[in-house]
T-cell receptor, first 115, second 109 residues
Framework: GAGVSQTPSNKVTEKGKYVELRCDPI?????LYWYRQSLGQGPEFLIY????????DSGLPNDRFFAVRPEGSVSTLKIQRTERGDSAVYLC?????????????FGPGTRLTVL | KQEVTQIPAALSVPEGENLVLNCSFT??????LQWFRQDPGKGLTSLLL?????REQTSGRLNASLDKSSGRSTLYIAASQPGDSATYLC????????FGAGTRLTVKP
């Protein structure tokens, strides 16, 4: 079946603009995760959803970042007033459940560049 | 706060060599440890998942070990091939998933 998909694959924006990044998880996966990966680093956890609710948003760097998953499937990561430091690859992952035994499957990521 | 370190940061070997990648973590209270592969411009592909109660997992030419008490894991790749060239990331799962910075592997033909 289809894996995790993310759109757009690349996004270039100007400082101060608003962006939305979309994640389509694997069908039937209840847990969805967002990560941010800066150049030369491993992914950093941002937020995770169980169903429609954000179960843990402790990784969001500040209140310019927000994510939703209104129907428990597709999720959107929203960044307001973008800054150059937000430039990174944003990865989404999903798993069947949040249990530690369930593997997270990753999407290809969205590369965000803030000029 | 859990910290994950991977050594070396980069490794270049000739085709056919066996090699070991290292991962260490500071807090042994983990649920599991996972090794991923990342190709340039791509997402992560899960290679091996070791639960905290397990000592090792094997898949084909890959073998991953876990010593939770010492905070260490190794990924052993046998008979390396040019197609193994990628960045290898380890991640530990406690309340969140925390990644190391990765080891960039190049296997030369």
């Amino acid at each position: 079946g289809a894996g995790v998909s993310q759109t757009p694959s690349n996004k270039v924006t100007e400082k101060g603009k608003y962006v939305e990044l979309r994640c389509d998880p694997i069908s039937g996966h209840t847990a969805l995760y967002w990560y941010r990966q800066s150049l030369g680093q491993g992914p950093e956890f941002l937020i995770y959803f169980q169903g429609t609710g954000a179960a843990d948003d402790s990784g969001l760097p500040n209140d310019r970042f927000f994510a939703v998953r209104p129907e428990g499937s597709v999720s959107t990561l929203k960044i307001q007033r973008t800054e150059r430091g937000d430039s990174a690859v944003y990865l989404c992952a999903s798993s069947l459940s949040p249990l530690s035994t369930d593997t997270q499957y990753f999407g290809p990521g969205t590369r965000l560049t803030v000029l | 706060k859990q910290e994950v370190t991977q050594i070396p940061a980069a490794l270049s070997v000739p085709e056919g060599e066996n090699l070991v990648l290292n991962c260490s973590f500071t807090d042994s209270a983990i649920y599991n440890l996972q090794w991923f592969r990342q190709d340039p411009g791509k997402g992560l592909t899960s290679l091996l998942l070791i639960q905290s109660s397990q000592r090792e997992q094997t898949s084909g030419r890959l073998n991953a070990s876990l010593d939770k008490s010492s905070g260490r894991s190794t990924l052993y790749i046998a008979a390396s091939q040019p197609g193994d060239s990628a960045t290898y990331l380890c991640a530990v799962r406690d309340n969140d998933m925390r990644f190391g910075a990765g080891t960039r592997l190049t296997v030369k033909p």
